[in-house]
């Protein structure tokens, strides 16, 4: 065993330090090299890099393309060390114009589709920078930028780009790092150069820009795919003001006449990032499930334009109304994130707001000028140098030619005979003899004439902090005219539309209204029949199994459901099995508990009210509008004490309560003594000595109760009447058997 006291080069350390300094150490470069872009030029390390080897391969936008196979062995080879496949991805991003609003690619052949079809391989297809990426890169010769060592230290490759174009917000960014993740939607360029110039301005005189001030002229993202923005203005506002936040997009669509009252919707323009093969998909599988009942069919109609035809289900549907139900159900609307995780100047990745972003960049722009005027300035000093040395030997050429004929060391001999640099006294000693005529000499006059200009407006511009912003004002104003809103790559896609609001649609909307009869058998099998059957002899269940509940509603209806557990159940009338079978078991539909029968089965009535009682005796009045379920699990009403099952539930209609044990004792009181609640055990209606309650009733006491073919007045029902909770008397002779008043 080695000895690890005296064994070079091996450290004890605690595992769990290695391990938090290694995770450390993989985050930080996930996060500054690979998944946030930088707020400058708006890229991420892997399209900069091959931004930059287009530019070494000459692939500007006026030259012949090149095969993609070549763009990216070009740039795995010399500054990016991963997969071929990882940067061919990003390369095709870059030229699709459905996910690039600005495209930074000109690709030639099969770059991929909005139906989320593949690009065809790397050695099918060409590429080469489009005049947005040339933007990018200008000035990036003129040392406008810092450089750092390739991967293998044999070549450099810039930290970031010129960008004398918006990219970051114009163009959009989306990544996730370790623990932290970006997403910025695209906008309009003009838009963005109107903000930057109103910047400019404020930093020339000193106003204050606000928030508000920049979302007038950046109103919200304009996504490549076109589509309506409807997010409401003070969302927009504070998602620009924080960085944070999510942006609400639909399709556009229209109404195409069919004639004779028929028509048809287009949809032309899909929200962003979503595919429309999977759209149309999610549709038609909505369709089979019957979740749709407004739209009758969905068709692809696509060529180079989207076109969607959604087919309703009948000419009195509301194409609004349809097209809402779509919004809420499907992709045709979605929201787009809002999270502007960028790396700052100082490659410090942090959350930025809209004015700190646009700030960010117009710093950038303003070092980029700086640099680029003192890198020209340092050559027109070196000409100009080497110009004056010229102009001294046009002066004094019989000199010079007798000093380089005969000297043994004739530039030093130049340069102390003139007072030359030894710049100069180089330069001369290059000239050639056909150089030496007259008109070559007044050309180098008017050169010098020329550059002594430029030196001294360079100089007054790196002077002048006034002039500068001057100069970039108008190059944001160069930019607005090649990419603005007067262009055809820079016109205005996404519509700026309205916030809806929250409209509750009834359901008669989506479902065509019609009769139906409802049918639950004893063992708990549901059907439904068209219309209302009043002769059900003819009706047929499984054997073994008879009519439980027959109930008349219409397709529009939702079916109440209460069971011996104490809880409601929902069900849509439509959704219910049709045929002529025995239908579907209702446990199918709903979580009833197998130890649970269904006392009753209602109608549902928005305004209406239930009298719901216990077999000890106790219950209370609920609002119907208080029992509807959202879910499969029902919901509890009725809270039943230790052996207790729910019994009765009945529909209050009238003032008086008749209460009636399976003793078969009958009593009568007023509804008034009974509270209403939403949920409860309720008070005693009527007390019991080894029996139980049997069944309830409400009615108006003017009219009377009636059960089989007999009607009791209230003179009939006097001596019935009591107060809640008393025992009652025997029921009159020819009471129903089944102890039930139906």
Same mark, same amino acid.
């Given at each position: 065993?080695?000895?690890?006291?005296?064994?070079?080069?091996?450290?004890?350390?605690?595992?769990?330090?290695?391990?938090?300094?290694?995770?450390? $150490?993989?985050?930080?470069?996930?996060?500054?090299?690979? =998944?946030?872009?930088?707020?400058?030029?708006?890229?991420?390390?892997?399209?900069?890099?091959?931004?930059?080897?287009?530019?070494?391969?000459?692939?500007?936008?006026?030259?012949?393309?090149?095969?993609?196979?070549?763009?990216?062995?070009?740039? %795995?080879?010399?500054?990016?060390?991963?997969?071929?496949?990882?940067?061919?991805?990003?390369?095709?991003?870059?030229?699709?114009?459905?996910?690039?609003?600005?495209?930074?690619?000109?690709?030639?052949?099969?770059?991929?589709?909005?139906?989320?079809? $593949?690009?065809?391989?790397?050695?099918?297809?060409?590429?080469?920078?489009?005049?947005?990426?040339?933007?990018?890169?200008?000035? %990036?010769?003129?040392?406008?930028?810092?450089?750092?060592?390739?991967?293998?230290? !044999?070549?450099?490759?810039?930290?970031?780009?010129?960008?004398?174009?918006?990219?970051?917000?114009?163009?959009?960014?989306?990544?996730?790092?370790?623990?932290?993740?970006?997403?910025?939607?695209?906008?309009?360029?003009?838009?963005?150069?109107?903000?930057?110039?109103?910047?400019?301005?404020?930093?020339?005189? +000193?106003?204050?820009?606000?928030?508000?001030?920049?979302?007038?002229?950046?109103?919200?993202?304009?996504?490549?795919?076109?589509?309506?923005?409807?997010?409401?203005?003070?969302?927009?506002?504070?998602?620009?003001?924080?960085?944070?936040? =999510?942006?609400?997009?639909?399709?556009?669509?229209?109404?195409?006449?069919?004639?004779?009252?028929?028509?048809?919707?287009?949809?032309?323009?899909?929200?962003?990032?979503?595919?429309? =093969?999977?759209?149309?998909?999610?549709?038609?599988?909505?369709?089979?499930?019957?979740?749709?009942?407004?739209?009758?069919?969905?068709?692809?109609?696509?060529?180079?334009?989207?076109?969607?035809?959604?087919?309703?289900? $009948?000419?009195?549907?509301?194409?609004?109304?349809?097209?809402?139900?779509?919004?809420?159900?499907?992709?045709?609307?979605?929201? %787009?994130?809002?999270?502007?995780?960028?790396?700052?100047?100082?490659?410090?990745?942090?959350?930025?707001?809209?004015?700190?972003?646009?700030?960010? @960049? *117009?710093?950038?722009?303003?070092?980029?000028?700086?640099?680029?005027? !003192?890198?020209?300035?340092?050559?027109?000093?070196?000409?100009?140098?080497?110009?004056?040395?010229? *102009?001294?030997?046009?002066?004094?050429?019989?000199?010079?030619?007798?000093? %380089?004929?005969?000297?043994?060391?004739?530039?030093?001999?130049?340069?102390?005979?003139?007072?030359?640099?030894?710049?100069?006294?180089?330069?001369?000693?290059?000239?050639?003899?056909?150089?030496?005529?007259?008109?070559?000499?007044?050309?180098?006059?008017? !050169?010098?004439?020329?550059?002594?200009?430029?030196?001294?407006?360079?100089?007054?511009?790196?002077?002048?902090?006034?002039?500068?912003?001057?100069?970039?004002?108008?190059?944001?104003?160069?930019?607005?005219?090649?990419?603005?809103?007067?262009?055809?790559?820079?016109?205005?896609?996404?519509?700026?539309?309205?916030?809806?609001?929250?409209?509750?649609?009834?359901?008669? =909307?989506?479902?065509?209204?019609?009769?139906?009869?409802?049918?639950?058998?004893?063992?708990?099998?549901?059907?439904?029949?068209?219309?209302?059957?009043?002769?059900?002899?003819?009706?047929?269940?499984?054997?073994?199994?008879?009519?439980?509940?027959?109930?008349?509603?219409?397709?529009?209806?939702?079916?109440?459901? @209460?069971?011996?557990?104490?809880?409601?159940?929902?069900?849509?009338?439509?959704?219910?099995?049709?045929?002529?079978?025995?239908?579907?078991?209702?446990?199918?539909?709903?979580?009833?508990?197998?130890?649970?029968?269904?006392?009753?089965?209602?109608?549902?009535?928005?305004?209406?009210?239930?009298?719901?009682?216990? $077999?000890?005796?106790?219950?209370?009045?609920?609002?119907?509008?208080?029992?509807?379920?959202?879910?499969?699990?029902?919901?509890?009403?009725?809270?039943?004490?230790? +052996?207790?099952?729910?019994?009765?539930?009945?529909?209050?209609?009238?003032?008086?309560?008749?209460?009636?044990?399976?003793?078969?004792?009958?009593?009568?009181?007023?509804?008034? !003594?009974?509270?209403?609640?939403?949920?409860?055990?309720?008070?005693?209606?009527?007390?019991?000595?080894?029996?139980?309650?049997?069944?309830?009733?409400?009615?108006?006491?003017?009219?009377?109760?009636?059960?089989?073919?007999?009607?009791?007045?209230?003179?009939?029902?006097?001596?019935?009447?009591?107060?809640?909770?008393?025992?009652?008397?025997?029921?009159?002779?020819?009471?129903?058997?089944?102890?039930?008043?139906?």
């Amino acid at each position: 065993m080695t000895n690890t006291s005296t064994a070079p080069n091996i450290q004890t350390i605690e595992l769990k330090d290695a391990l938090s300094e290694r995770y450390l $150490s993989y985050a930080l470069s996930t996060i500054t090299s690979r =998944s946030l872009p930088d707020v400058r030029d708006g890229l991420k390390p892997v399209h900069r890099r091959l931004l930059f080897a287009m530019r070494q391969l000459r692939l500007d936008p006026d030259t012949a393309p090149k095969k993609s196979a070549r763009v990216v062995g070009d740039v %795995i080879g010399k500054f990016h060390p991963h997969g071929d496949q990882s940067v061919y991805d990003a390369l095709v991003r870059l030229a699709q114009d459905f996910a690039q609003r600005y495209p930074l690619v000109d690709g030639q052949g099969n770059f991929g589709n909005v139906d989320g079809d $593949s690009a065809a391989a790397m050695r099918y297809t060409e590429a080469r920078l489009t005049e947005v990426a040339r933007a990018l890169l200008d000035g %990036i010769d003129e040392d406008a930028v810092d450089f750092r060592k390739t991967y293998d230290e !044999e070549g450099e490759e810039p930290v970031v780009l010129p960008a004398a174009f918006p990219n970051l917000l114009a163009n959009g960014s989306q990544g996730i790092a370790v623990g932290m993740a970006s997403s910025i939607p695209p906008h309009n360029a003009g838009e963005l150069c109107d903000a930057l110039s109103l910047l400019i301005e404020a930093r020339q005189t +000193g106003q204050d820009v606000t928030v508000d001030d920049l979302v007038r002229l950046v109103p919200g993202p304009d996504f490549p795919t076109g589509g309506e923005l409807v997010e409401s203005a003070e969302a927009i506002r504070e998602a620009y003001a924080t960085g944070r936040g =999510s942006f609400r997009v639909r399709a556009r669509w229209k109404k195409e006449d069919l004639g004779h009252g028929q028509y048809q919707i287009v949809v032309t323009e899909i929200p962003y990032q979503v595919q429309k =093969s999977r759209l149309v998909e999610k549709i038609a599988d909505l369709l089979n499930a019957r979740k749709l009942p407004l739209l009758e069919d969905v068709r692809d109609e696509s060529a180079e334009d989207i076109r969607l035809v959604l087919v309703p289900k $009948s000419r009195n549907v509301d194409p609004e109304i349809l097209m809402g139900h779509l919004f809420r159900q499907t992709d045709l609307e979605s929201r %787009i994130g809002l999270n502007m995780n960028v790396l700052d100047g100082q490659g410090v990745p942090r959350v930025m707001t809209l004015r700190e972003t646009l700030d960010a @960049f *117009l710093d950038h722009r303003h070092k980029v000028l700086i640099r680029r005027s !003192e890198f020209r300035l340092g050559k027109i000093r070196h000409r100009l140098e080497v110009l004056d040395g010229l *102009l001294i030997a046009y002066l004094n050429l019989d000199e010079v030619i007798r000093i %380089i004929r005969t000297a043994e060391e004739p530039k030093a001999e130049l340069m102390a005979r003139f007072s030359l640099t030894e710049v100069q006294a180089e330069a001369i000693l290059n000239m050639r003899l056909r150089a030496l005529h007259k008109l070559q000499e007044i050309e180098i006059r008017r !050169e010098h004439d020329g550059l002594t200009a430029e030196r001294k407006d360079l100089e007054g511009l790196l002077a002048s902090e006034k002039r500068r912003w001057k100069a970039l004002s108008a190059e944001v104003a160069e930019t607005r005219r090649k990419f603005g809103q007067d262009t055809a790559l820079g016109r205005r896609r996404t519509v700026i539309g309205t916030a809806p609001t929250a409209v509750v649609v009834p359901i008669e =909307s989506f479902i065509e209204r019609e009769p139906l009869t409802v049918f639950l058998s004893e063992k708990g099998w549901i059907r439904a029949v068209k219309g209302h059957v009043t002769d059900t002899s003819d009706v047929k269940y499984k054997e073994g199994d008879q009519e439980g509940f027959v109930l008349h509603a219409e397709t529009v209806d939702k079916i109440l459901l @209460f069971a011996s557990n104490g809880r409601f159940y929902t069900l849509s009338a439509d959704k219910l099995p049709r045929g002529r079978g025995f239908g579907e078991p209702v446990r199918l539909m709903l979580d009833l508990a197998n130890d649970a029968s269904v006392v009753n089965l209602l109608r549902h009535r928005p305004d209406g009210r239930l009298l719901v009682a216990s $077999s000890d005796g106790r219950g209370f009045v609920v609002k119907e509008a208080d029992i509807v379920a959202q879910t499969r699990a029902g919901k509890q009403v009725l809270n039943l004490a230790e +052996g207790a099952t729910a019994t009765s539930c009945a529909v209050v209609n009238g003032d008086t309560v008749a209460a009636l044990g399976t003793n078969r004792r009958l009593l009568c009181f007023p509804l008034s !003594e009974l509270p209403e609640m939403a949920r409860g055990r309720g008070v005693t209606l009527q007390k019991f000595h080894g029996a139980a309650l049997a069944d309830v009733a409400v009615f108006p006491l003017d009219e009377g109760l009636s059960w089989g073919h007999r009607t009791f007045t209230r003179d009939d029902l006097a001596h019935f009447s009591g107060k809640r909770a008393q025992t009652g008397r025997m029921v009159p002779k020819g009471f129903p058997r089944a102890n039930r008043f139906t």
